[in-house]
């Protein structure tokens, strides 16, 4: 259970959040630099010379004690329900999503994330996905999971259910990145998917907890499933899917990206993001699992003399 002092942050990144007008990784950026969103919304800027000072000011002037109030609540109340926020200023916040530059600033956590979260790779793709992409998904995943690679997905219809389903299938663990708020499942058809999820993974969403989905949420999406993976896996999607735009996210993020071959022969997107240094062509899940070994290995510190 968090200290008093710490909800009392956690509830100071909330209201900076929902204050700000800036775009929300934005606001991350800053309150990390900060180290303390309390401090900003303190007007506390000693030793902070690094900050945006004016930017900080024009949040804080819109923070109240009511709305820190009203945070501290919430966060204690989805406690009650199992459900778990972790803020930029958290150490437990993800490794490799604190990495990208457009990292968001919380999560709202059902289920837990554990170390072996950081070795995990997203497996995506359409929602109107043909039989043969679906058995490609639950192959490419179950076959992750059993080498021990978390998997992934955004807990959509198509390949992102086919995935999760064949993960857990495999006895391993999957975490759903969703587009909507934690207490809102979309697809309502995949609320028992979810279900077994957050008891064999975790539930994880950027968004207040109880957001619709949008036309806008599922981009914003893609960007924190690609920052939490390792790399991604793209099995079918057309030239405008989120797919492609997970793709062209995982390269952004200088991440790996994995295309199965039968994508890279039918789709032009995905031959030319084929060749980037970045992407491999993936035949067999050896192909992706020997990229992680590769990542995996530490690199020969040279030594003079």
Known sequence: MPTSRAIEEQAAVLALVARSRAEWYKTATLIDAADSALRIVHR????????????????????????????????????????????????????????VYNAPPFLFVKGELTPQDDRSVAVVGTRHA?????????????ELARADV??????????????HH???????????VMGTGIRTIYPKENAA???????????????????????????????????????????E?????????????????????????????????????????LTTVVRSVDDILQVLVDLARPVKQLTLG
């Open 130 to 142: 043909k039989e043969e992409g679906v058995a490609q998904a639950k192959r490419l995943a179950g």
């Open 237 to 277: 999607a057309g030239p405008t899917s989120g797919a492609k735009m997970q793709a062209r996210l995982a390269l952004d993020h200088q991440k790996r990206l994995f295309l199965v071959e039968s994508l890279v022969l039918q789709e032009e997107w995905a031959k030319r993001y084929a060749r980037n240094p």
């Open 44 to 99: 506390d800027w000693n030793g902070l010379e690094v900050l945006d000072i004016d930017q900080a000011e024009a949040i804080a002037a819109r923070v109240s004690s009511d709305d820190l109030d009203s945070y501290t609540e919430l966060i204690l109340e989805l406690r009650e329900d199992g459900v778990r926020l972790i803020t930029v200023l958290d150490e437990d916040y993800p490794m490799n999503l604190r990495l």
């Open 166 to 176: 064949a993960a857990l299938d495999a006895s391993g663990r999957t975490v759903a």
């Open 193 to 235: 998917l979810a279900d077994a999820i957050q008891e064999r993974g975790a539930l994880v969403s950027q968004f207040w907890p109880d957001a619709p989905p949008t036309k806008y949420s599922f981009p914003m999406r893609n960007v924190v499933m690609s920052g939490m993976a390792v790399g991604t896996v793209v099995i």
């Open 150 to 163: 978390t998997v992934l997905s955004g807990l959509a219809r198509g390949i992102d259910a086919a995935a």
